[in-house]
């Protein structure tokens, strides 16, 4: 091999070697930022899911609690026997005046308030659509907690003719 050869071949080949180092370079970087962005995502998810775990017991008590209003409510709402009336009366209040007052949010309060009033006498609406209307209430401030997409409800008016 002639030594103009050589140089040739030896400039090639430190070309090939310095593009190849370039493009490895380049490649680290990119697979480096990808990986940082990727930590980032699964970061941020690890955090929203240790927030929802430690407001969990709050949502959850929260949920059981709109149940048993909800429970009441409808059972005033429905009930002929004066005895079960009587009962859910006293759980509602018991309800609206202590531990529902701990986690309720404006939208389950202003139902409770509403269907407490009614409860005295101040009735703008039947007992079965404040009792609905409550129920809707916490189906809203649970799905909200719990970042559920609860599908639409239907419309359950009642058309007394």
Known sequence: MSEDSARFWSVIFGGVTTIGLVLGGTYTVIQYFDSRKKDAQTYALQAATAQLEARKPSYST???????????????????????????????????????GMVEE??????????????????????????????????????????????????KSLNKD
């Open 62 to 100: 929260h949920l059981d609690l709109c149940s048993q209003a909800s429970v009441a409510a409808a059972t005033i709402a429905t009930t002929k026997d004066p005895q079960r009336k009587k009962a859910a009366t006293e759980d509602f209040w018991r309800l609206y005046w202590g531990p529902l």
């Open 106 to 155: 404006n939208e389950v309060g202003s139902a409770m308030i509403v269907f407490g009033k009614c409860l005295r006498g101040a009735c703008q609406q039947s007992f079965e659509q404040l009792s609905l209307s409550l129920a809707h209430s916490c189906r809203s401030e649970v799905s909200r907690h719990f970042e559920l997409s609860l599908p639409p409800l239907p419309d």
